[in-house]
């Protein structure tokens, strides 16, 4: 049976403007570049670079008759459009850059490859024309850190269906012992334990050298897993002697191609900070770094174009009809653009205002013991907005200070309790939990549990498994793992 009844609820809706701007909030200084200039290009509407405009008559175009078309059913108000203001007010409040200072973009030299490194080589041996190619194929396969994870017999199988050369494993295995030879010593390896071998062939053949290399042959899980007794029982050596021998081994490099690749990243990852904070006579000053970003408005021959079709309302054809909607559209889109990079970056302005205010302390002092314990929600409480939107402002944002460049997730940290009842950052605790792993004994490092009991005399107390918490977090192994002789 149908029946009609009628239903009252409220709905949340985002709006397309809404959309645009949270997706905008979520992007660093260099990802909103990147997304100004594909607007710039997917839209002509949208103009860039400070121009001369005349100030347009409005008027006139107010007073035109009305059509009674569905296209002029279209409410177009040349107002929305066409402002005396033309330069953006986020350029203006946060650039502190004047337009005639002149910014020099250092360029950037790639410089040979770990790769091209081996090719070079591989070109100085005496080879034929298909081991060569082969050759050149395995050192193909050869990972940035210098490993070759792949098995010779995957690799014979694709350089049959690939290249076509049938090849045996074994003389596969020859040619990946030459590649051996190769600097940096060690590549080529499989595995963490044959580089260090490859790498210890080659060291003189001193007592320490020897043992080390009889180690990491016959005892490496003792090794790894840090059972210095059992290796000294094992080989029958004293403790200077096993510490000669491990001291070889740590010298080493396990990552053969990690001097390539580590200088080619440090090159290609500098951190463009979002925010600039100085700190000067006790006064702090912030600002957005806007240097790249460029003047945004809305172009001026798209609106004379708007103009001219509202102008000729009553000989308007189908065609000339639709032109009016879709310079319409790109204009408003050019304006809800420009809106949503203002919004943007005064949301940005505000909450990194209200993180300022909140570690005031640690912005004049530098030092890391005067962060005060801090969460999404203390911000979000001052600024009025959404705990997701400081969450969306503060992920993978950065700001310069006086003291270095910090990521906005370090100044947000936990609060506890001390026994006095004071509260605390956890930073702090992780702090002094660091203090106490740097001064233990290393021959017989603090289980989790030591290190609970310590921190109780401290007047911190902590659970054990917080403490393994903030040791991880720290990136510091098991008491076991920390174990020297």
């Given at each position: 049976?149908?029946?009609?009844?009628?239903?009252?609820?409220?709905?949340?809706?985002?709006?397309?403007?809404?959309?645009?701007?949270?997706?905008?909030?979520?992007?660093?200084?260099?990802?909103?570049?990147?997304?100004?200039?594909?607007?710039?290009?997917?839209?002509?509407?949208?103009?860039?670079?400070?121009?001369?405009?005349?100030?347009?008559?409005?008027?006139?175009?107010?007073?035109?008759?009305?059509?009674?078309?569905?296209?002029?059913?279209?409410?177009?108000?040349?107002?929305?459009?066409?402002?005396?203001?033309?330069?953006?007010?986020?350029?203006?409040?946060?650039?502190?850059?004047?337009?005639?200072?002149?910014?020099?973009?250092?360029?950037?030299?790639?410089?040979?490859?770990?790769?091209?490194?081996?090719?070079?080589?591989?070109?100085?041996?005496?080879?034929?024309?298909?081991?060569?190619?082969?050759?050149?194929?395995?050192?193909?396969?050869?990972?940035?850190?210098?490993?070759?994870?792949?098995?010779?017999?995957?690799?014979?199988?694709?350089?049959?269906?690939?290249?076509?050369?049938?090849?045996?494993?074994?003389?596969?295995?020859?040619?990946?012992?030459?590649?051996?030879?190769?600097?940096?010593?060690?590549?080529?390896?499989?595995?963490?334990?044959?580089?260090?071998?490859?790498?210890?062939?080659?060291?003189?053949?001193?007592?320490?050298?020897?043992?080390?290399?009889?180690?990491?042959?016959?005892?490496?899980?003792?090794?790894?897993?840090?059972?210095?007794?059992?290796i000294q029982k094992q080989y029958n050596v004293s403790e200077e002697e096993l510490k000669k021998a491990i001291h070889e081994i740590t010298m080493l490099n396990p990552k053969p191609g990690s001097?390539?690749?580590?200088?080619?990243?440090?090159?290609?990852?500098?951190?463009?900070?979002?925010?600039?904070?100085?700190?000067?006579?006790?006064?702090?000053?912030?600002?957005?770094?806007?240097?790249?970003?460029?003047?945004?408005?809305?172009?001026?021959?798209?609106?004379?174009?708007?103009?001219?079709?509202?102008?000729?309302?009553?000989?308007?054809?189908?065609?000339?009809?639709?032109?009016?909607?879709?310079?319409?559209?790109?204009?408003?889109?050019?304006?809800?653009?420009?809106?949503?990079?203002?919004?943007?970056?005064?949301?940005?302005?505000?909450?990194?205002?209200?993180?300022?205010?909140?570690?005031?302390?640690?912005?004049?002092?530098?030092?890391?013991?005067?962060?005060?314990?801090?969460?999404?929600?203390?911000?979000?409480?001052?600024?009025?907005?959404?705990?997701?939107?400081?969450?969306?402002?503060?992920?993978?944002?950065?700001?310069?200070?006086?003291?270095?460049?910090?990521?906005?997730?370090?100044?947000?940290?936990?609060?506890?309790?001390?026994?006095?009842?004071?509260?605390?950052?956890?930073?702090?605790?992780?702090?002094?939990?660091?203090?106490?792993?740097?001064?233990?004994?290393?021959?017989?490092?603090?289980?989790?549990?030591?290190?609970?009991?310590?921190?109780?005399?401290?007047?911190?107390?902590?659970?054990?498994?917080?403490?393994?918490?903030?040791?991880?977090?720290?990136?510091?192994?098991?008491a076991r793992l920390r174990k020297e002789i």
């Amino acid at each position: 049976m149908l029946k009609q009844q009628l239903q009252q609820k409220l709905q949340q809706k985002l709006s397309p403007q809404q959309i645009q701007v949270i997706r905008l909030l979520e992007l660093t200084a260099i990802e909103l570049e990147e997304r100004i200039k594909q607007e710039l290009i997917d839209n002509p509407a949208l103009d860039e670079g400070a121009e001369e405009h005349e100030n347009p008559d409005t008027d006139e175009f107010g007073n035109e008759d009305t059509d009674t078309s569905a296209e002029s059913a279209e409410d177009i108000s040349m107002g929305d459009y066409l402002t005396e203001d033309d330069i953006p007010d986020y350029k203006l409040e946060a650039d502190n850059f004047s337009k005639d200072q002149k910014h020099e973009d250092i360029p950037f030299s790639g410089g040979s490859t770990f790769h091209d490194f081996l090719l070079k080589q591989l070109g100085e041996r005496n080879l034929s024309e298909q081991d060569a190619k082969i050759a050149e194929y395995i050192i193909g396969n050869i990972d940035d850190n210098g490993y070759l994870q792949r098995p010779l017999s995957a690799i014979s199988d694709d350089l049959i269906f690939q290249v076509g050369i049938d090849i045996s494993t074994e003389r596969l295995e020859d040619l990946l012992q030459m590649i051996q030879d190769f600097e940096p010593a060690g590549v080529g390896a499989s595995n963490l334990r044959e580089c260090l071998l490859l790498q210890l062939e080659r060291h003189e053949g001193t007592p320490a050298a020897l043992l080390a290399y009889k180690i990491i042959d016959k005892s490496f899980d003792e090794f790894t897993k840090k059972h210095y007794d059992k290796i000294q029982k094992q080989y029958n050596v004293s403790e200077e002697e096993l510490k000669k021998a491990i001291h070889e081994i740590t010298m080493l490099n396990p990552k053969p191609g990690s001097s390539w690749s580590d200088s080619f990243s440090d090159g290609m990852s500098h951190i463009i900070p979002d925010f600039i904070v100085d700190s000067h006579d006790g006064e702090l000053t912030l600002s957005l770094n806007n240097s790249n970003i460029p003047e945004l408005r809305v172009n001026r021959s798209y609106t004379h174009m708007l103009e001219d079709y509202m102008g000729n309302k009553q000989n308007q054809t189908r065609d000339k009809k639709d032109a009016l909607l879709f310079v319409k559209q790109k204009l408003d889109s050019a304006q809800w653009f420009i809106d949503a990079i203002k919004q943007r970056q005064q949301t940005m302005l505000n909450t990194m205002q209200v993180i300022i205010d909140l570690q005031r302390d640690f912005f004049l002092t530098g030092d890391e013991s005067n962060l005060k314990p801090m969460i999404l929600k203390d911000v979000a409480e001052r600024t009025g907005y959404d705990i997701s939107t400081i969450s969306r402002v503060s992920n993978s944002k950065y700001v310069q200070t006086n003291f270095g460049i910090f990521p906005l997730k370090y100044f947000f940290s936990e609060s506890m309790q001390n026994e006095s009842g004071e509260e605390i950052s956890s930073r702090e605790i992780k702090k002094i939990l660091q203090q106490c792993i740097e001064n233990e004994d290393k021959r017989k490092p603090l289980a989790d549990d030591k290190l609970c009991d310590l921190l109780k005399e401290k007047g911190y107390v902590i659970a054990r498994r917080t403490v393994a918490k903030y040791r991880e977090q720290l990136g510091i192994p098991v008491a076991r793992l920390r174990k020297e002789i």
